[in-house]
């Protein structure tokens, strides 16, 4: 290992030691008329709605990195706790690595606790965190779950502020979804009617919006149940090919026919322990 | 995780001064420790979030640190700050890992999960300090 004379010891978290050098390499690269890559996002459009019962969060599954698909069906509900979930927009990674950290927070408060977390304590550590970096952690978080108050439904963005409201949208189709929820959201739904109409919400975004596609994933969350539906709806189904090119046993007629059997003996066996610890 | 916001006790946190020439004994940049000096390196931070996530720790305790003194006396930000003081000193060595337990503890680090933790942690540096200067720099001697 290399020796480094320094003085004191690196502290963990983020490193700014290559901003420098990322920027220099970015003005050369765009000098020859070259483009850096880009980070993958999930051009997305996610929704959540309150009904009689709790919540219902939808989402669709493309993930994009600049104009090409990276990923056909990949999953944007996240996990928090066992009675919350949170639907990501925004720089796939961010939204991965903020839920994933929360979860763990909220883990570690509930058993410090010893309570049921509450959708309230996600919401104010997601905000907090998102604030302390200034929007530069590229989240759009929709947030839901049933707590002891009732079911609770919240919108994060970037920079870190929050709405607590009935119906939310998120991403780039949200304006397509928000629509369709505008049009038809009543309080106090039934389940297959929140159902349905969240994913008329998503599939608006699917058909009218590019950063969105593939299916439909839905999550209903109620008082000690929780029903992870993936996929839902698949919207987009791949064509099904109707011809085939491939010949039929016996279009060739057969002349002659030579076996000869490989004799074959082992001459060397050796074995090679892997270390799987 | 912060439980106390107030902004009137943003008065007390630690002021923005910029990264600063590394200073040696006798005042001047100290090049062989800390290498060629540049205005444009040491004037402006690369990162927006440099300078700010490099004080964030001790601008949380200087908050806390002034609410629990307007709440609860001045005696209660003495007491915690000289438990801080004592449990700093249970460590290695300066070139070895220390666990920080105690400190972290008493800081309620111990139930929370950060960046901190999951990024560039010290312990998996590929490199490793060395250990005379690093010894002789926390005495003192250099």
Redesign the interface.
Known sequence: ????????????????EN??RN?VLEAEVTKLGCRMPAARKTGTTIVGVVFKDGIVLGADTRATEGMIVADKNCSKIHYISPNIYCCGAGTAADTE?STQ?IS??LE??SL?TGRLPRVATAN??LK??LF???G?IGAALVLGGMDCNGPHLYSIYPHGSTDKLPYVTMGSGSLAAMAVFEDRYKQDMEEEDAKRLVRDAIAAGIFNDLGSGSNIDLCVITKGRVDYLRPHDMANKKGVRTGNYKYKRGTTGVLTKAETKLVLEVVEETVQTMDTS | MNTRGLRSQLKDSVPVTGMGPQVGAYGVQDTLRSGFSSVKNELLPSHALELSEKNFQLNQDKMNFSTLRNIQGLHAPLKLQMEYRAARQIQRLPFLQSSHLALDTLKGNDESISFEDILNDPAQSEMVGEPHIMVEYKLGLM
Request: aromatic share 8%; with cysteine; proline share 0%.
């Open positions: 290992m290399a020796t480094l004379s320094v003085c004191q010891t690196q502290l963990g978290g983020f490193s700014f901003c420098k920027a690595m950290i763990s927070n570690l408060h410090s104010r550590m907090q965190m302390r970096y200034q530069h």
